[in-house]
Every structure is written in structure tokens, then in C-alpha cells.
């Protein structure tokens, strides 16, 4: 039927025994029946609907309700793919979408169908049994992570050889968990956390997402892991509403209209308390209000899965127990939740906390079994009990040793650790189920297309504008640099000097301009620059932003250089 609209927990749940054995050929259960049989409870994505082509020749899916699939997301175009039936079997193309169709994930443009393929349209998966059933299932809360015998390993400039920064860890994050990867300085917490995300993927071992392999189909996970970094992801001068504006016309679908924009932004300032300071400018926020902005931004793709390193340094205790709760809500509402930090007063909040020492996993499990487990009375005492052997060994083998004791130490920790139930229940016994890991090889850099590039060289340039412009200071710099420099010229130039010389000077100055624009523009966007290119941003567009209004600026600035000198020499 069309408009048929795949909405996890609103609607009914189709189930038939293709994908369910032990359903019934054709079943719906609504409300609160489904909680009773513990359909959203499940680690497994669930099954929203299945259907036959019921006479069709085709099936059309996208965000519109015209479409006889029609999926609820912003990331989905409004005709973003359709299924073809064909002599050969099920087809599936894309309709030249925004964010693409994934088999096995991996972005195809049209692609037969097997039995035993995924297929990714935005946060949903669709696959096809051997009687032509479809079935869509919804991933945006089931969405699981197994890490297997990562081990990250750099060269070591100082004294040469190799240097572990993460050793053999593994370990499974169920759906919907808010998790905390806690240690000591350089214990390897962001490490782990940018090997768990793709950004700094591990030497060895793999990182697993529904089983698939993270960095094989980095690409087809891009929408649905966020992450917030150290570092402010946002231009300052902007107002919080339209940083979030500007993120949602490059990270959603091209075909969303300003009303849905506008809707999905104002849920997600609800979700983080900052409705009333949405037309505030990012830079005259407290550094816990900005800390929510980034937050914020991840928020608008709704991804399933959030990584935050060290969102609450250098926040008063008061502020860091709000967004520590606010993490603790996005966990509930259907996300899993990994961050690193350093502070401990509220690791009670976390479901499970993963306590790293020199790269070794020492512990992972709930807070309060990892303070029975280390002998520790509260949390601040963590570190001093796990450390406390490395202090009583240096004293007997004196300070050269403590290096190589603390290497010791961790080493015993992780062994313990090992072979303790905890570990049974929660590492090995989990990882056992995953099965065989499916790979398919490696994955390709997405292009982005050419309506893709020039919508993004149209935001990028409007919103490079528009920064300017609001920084006034900075714009009063940049223009009056040009007379000030034309006129101490003029007043230290000998007008008996050859007029080339002069130019040869003023053209020096120019190229200064220039690049002194230009680099401080790559210094400061660094951040929000690594972030967008995580997610979706092309380089050629970017690049072609910055030259066209950085051209338009320079270009002002040699006319003011040039002019004046020009009309004295005339």
C-alpha cells in the first residue's frame, strides 16, 4: 500500500515467518502488546514492515508519503531509491540520492539482491528472502558495538621501535548504553575512543557495527555515529540557531524543505535546554551552553550511536552534572553513549564504565561491581588502588624503573580481569555470538556528485559570509589594512625610486594578504573541518568556497593598496 510510513514504536509492527520463525504468517501487534513480547527490547533491529510487490513492478522508497516505502528521516531523500522486479530477481537503484543506498555497505547505484544481502537506505535495512518478501527493519535503536583484539601501535621518535598504545582490547556495547571510558593520563581513553569511531582507526583488530565491519564501510555509517571532539565544532559568531542551520543543509537530505529544517532544529534545542538562547551568538554562551551547541549539531542527523571526548573539562561541578544527565537522557531515548573523562563524581550515571592503564583493559562492566573488583571505597580512590602497586614497586627499584613497573602492573590487572565472571558476562560471552565477520573488501571514497558539490559550495559560501560579516572587528581589520599599508609606503618610498620597485613592494604586501588570510582561516576551522569531512563534506567545495570570498576579499584589498599609489604616481 503506499505511504505505508516505517515509524519505530508509533505504529504497528508487521511480522511474517520469513524473517520470523516463530511468528505466524501474518501478525500485527500494536502498543503496548508489543512491549509484553519484548519486541523493542531486543538487541536485533526491528522488523516495521514487510510487503510483496503484489502485482508491481516496481516499489518506490524515500521520505515522501507517495512512496510505497516511505521512511521516516531526514537523511532520506524524497525519492531516494526503488526495487525492481525483474526475470532475475530484486533490483534495488538509486534514484540519485543525497546520501545514497548501501549493499552490504558498500554505496551501489543498482544492484541485484541475494537472500543473504543488506541493504542500508539511512537508518533502516531492507533485505529479501528466497520468496520475495520484503522486509524493512529499523536500526536507530539497535544499533550494537564489538570491538575485537584492538591493538594500536606508533613509532616511537624519541628512542625508536614501536610504541602500544592499545593492547589487545575487546569488548561489546550493547544498544542504548551509556558507557565511560575512564583511566589516568595516557591510559589510551581517546585512543580507544577515535579507534571506536574511524577517525584514527586501529593498527589491528576490528571494530564491528551490527556486525559489519567499521572501517571497510566507514562511508555507510557516516550519518549514523556522531561525534563531539575536545574542541568547539562551531563558528562562534554565528547564533545558535543558524550554526544548527547551516549543519542541517549539509548534512540532510537536499531535497528537505526549510520547514522541516526548522522543525528538526527546534526539537533538538528542546532536547538540550537551549530553545531560549537559540538566537544568541555562540561566542556570549557559557562554556556549558557551548558545550550543548556541539552536542546539538551532532544531534540533528539523529545518529545511533554518540562519541564525546572530554565533554565536561574544564566545567564547574554544577554544569558537569547537567550535561552528564543530559547524556544520560539521549542514552535513554535510544542512543548509545560513549565518552571519555577524567572526572569521577558522577561515574554512578554510566551503565558501564571501561577503566583503561597503559592501553590494557583492567575492567568493564557496571560502576559499582568495578569498585568491589579494585578494592576501591569511591570513585576518586580508583586510580590511587590501581596505581598503589606501581608506587610500592618504584620505591623498591627506585624511580628509573617506572616505566617498565607501571607496563608490569597493568599487564597483572589485565590478566586478573580476565578471569573474572564479569569478563564471562560481558566480553566473552557476547563476542562469542557475533559469528563470522562480514567483509567485503575495501571501501572506496565516496564522490559526492555534481548537484552535491554545488549545493555544498552555495552553503558553505553563505555561511563563510555571513561569519565574516558578523565578526565586525576582525572585518575592519582586514579592509583597513590595505590604505594603512598604502600610505606608510607611500610616506617611506623616495619618489625618485623606479616606479617598478614600488610595485614589485606592493605586490609583496599582496601576496602577504593573501596568505595571511587564508591561513588563519585553515588554523581556525580545523576542528569544524576534521568533523564535516567525518560526515559528508567535499574538499573541492570547500576549497572553492574559501577562494571565491577569500578572492573577493584579497581583491579588494590589492584595489585599496594599488589605487592610491596609483593616482600619486599618475
Not at 536500526?139 to 570491538?147: A, L
Not at 621501535?161 to 548504553?177: A, F, R, V
Not at 556486525?211 to 571532539?229: A, C, M, R, T
Request: hydrophobic share 40%; aromatic share 8%; with cysteine.
Amino acid at each position: 500500500m503506499p505511504g505505508q510510513r516505517a515509524v519505530a514504536a508509533e505504529q504497528s509492527v508487521v511480522l511474517q515467518n520469513s524473517f520470523h520463525e516463530n511468528v505466524p504468517k501474518t501478525m500485527v501487534f500494536k502498543g503496548d502488546l508489543a512491549e509484553k513480547l519484548n519486541i523493542e527490547k531486543t538487541g536485533k533491529p526491528q522488523l516495521l514492515m514487510s510487503l510483496t510487490f503484489g502485482g508491481k513492478s516496481e516499489l518506490t522508497i524515500g521520505r515522501s508519503d507517495n512512496n510505497d516505502i516511505s521512511l521516516d528521516g531526514l537523511g532520506i531523500s524524497n525519492r531516494h531509491a526503488r526495487l525492481l522486479q525483474t526475470g532475475n530477481g530484486i533490483v534495488i537503484e538509486d534514484l540519485k540520492s543525497t546520501n545514497g543506498v548501501y549493499l552490504n555497505g558498500k554505496r551501489i547505484s543498482r544492484q541485484a539482491i541475494a537472500p543473504t544481502d543488506s541493504v542500508q537506505v539511512g537508518s533502516f535495512e531492507i533485505k529479501v528472502d528466497l520468496q520475495g518478501v520484503i522486509g524493512v527493519f529499523d536500526t536507530r535503536s539497535k544499533t550494537r558495538i564489538d570491538c575485537v583484539k584492538l591493538s594500536q601501535e606508533v613509532k616511537n621518535r624519541a628512542g625508536g621501535g614501536m610504541i602500544k598504545l592499545l593492547d589487545d582490547i575487546s569488548l561489546c556495547i550493547q544498544p542504548n548504553e551509556f558507557v565511560g571510558l575512564l583511566g589516568p593520563s595516557g591510559a589510551g581513553k581517546s585512543t580507544l575512543m577515535d579507534a571506536l569511531n574511524g577517525m584514527r582507526p586501529a593498527s589491528g583488530g576490528s571494530v564491528l557495527i551490527n556486525n559489519l565491519d567499521l572501517y571497510e564501510n566507514i562511508d555507510s555509517f557516516k550519518q549514523s555515529i556522531g561525534h563531539v571532539p575536545q574542541e568547539d565544532i562551531i563558528h562562534r559568531e554565528l547564533s545558535v540557531y543558524r550554526t544548527l542551520y547551516y549543519v542541517a543543509k549539509l548534512r540532510l537530505s537536499r531535497d528537505v524543505s526549510g520547514d522541516e529544517i526548522d522543525q528538526i532544529i527546534n526539537e533538538v534545542l528542546d532536547v538540550t535546554g537551549l530553545t531560549e538562547r537559540k538566537d544568541v551568538a555562540v561566542s556570549q554562551l557559557s562554556g556549558g551552553q557551548r558545550k550543548r551547541v556541539s552536542i546539538a549539531v551532532e544531534l540533528i542527523t539523529k545518529p545511533s550511536v554518540i562519541f564525546l571526548d572530554e565533554p565536561t573539562s574544564g566545567l564547574d561541578p554544577a554544569t558537569e552534572e547537567k550535561i552528564m544527565k543530559l547524556f544520560r537522557q539521549i542514552a535513554g531515548s535510544g542512543r548509545t553513549v560513549i565518552l571519555t573523562t577524567h572526572a569521577m563524581e558522577n561515574v554512578r550515571l554510566f551503565d558501564k564504565i571501561v577503566v583503561l592503564m597503559r592501553g590494557k583493559l583492567v575492567f568493564y562492566g557496571k560502576p559499582e561491581e568495578a569498585l568491589a573488583y579494585i578494592g576501591a571505597k569511591s570513585f576518586k580512590e580508583l586510580y590511587d588502588k590501581l596505581e598503589e602497586p606501581i608506587d610500592e614497586a618504584v620505591k623498591k627499584y627506585g624511580e628509573a624503573k617506572r616505566l617498565e613497573i607501571t607496563d608490569k602492573i597493568a599487564e597483572d590487572w589485565k590478566q586478573k580481569f580476565l578471569k573474572t565472571p564479569t569478563y564471562k558476562a560481558n566480553v566473552f560471552e557476547p563476542l562469542k555470538t557475533i559469528g563470522e565477520v562480514q567483509s567485503h573488501g575495501v571501501q572506496k571514497k565516496r564522490r559526492l556528485g555534481i548537484f552535491g558539490a554545488i549545493g555544498q559550495f552555495f552553503t558553505l559560501s553563505r555561511r563563510y559570509l555571513e561569519v565574516l560579516f558578523k565578526d565586525k572587528f576582525n572585518l575592519f581589520i582586514l579592509f583597513a589594512q590595505a590604505p594603512i599599508v598604502a600610505l606608510l609606503t607611500f610616506l617611506v618610498m623616495n619618489s625618485q625610486l623606479p616606479r617598478d620597485f614600488v610595485y614589485f613592494v606592493l605586490s609583496l604586501v599582496s601576496v602577504w594578504f593573501g596568505t595571511s588570510v587564508a591561513a588563519r582561516e585553515i588554523i581556525r576551522e580545523r576542528p569544524i573541518y576534521k568533523r564535516e569531512r567525518m560526515v559528508n563534506l567535499g574538499l573541492l567545495p570547500y576549497l572553492f568556497s574559501k577562494l571565491f570570498i577569500l578572492s573577493i576579499i584579497v581583491g579588494l584589498q590589492c584595489f585599496m593598496l594599488f589605487y592610491p599609489r596609483s593616482s600619486f604616481l599618475i
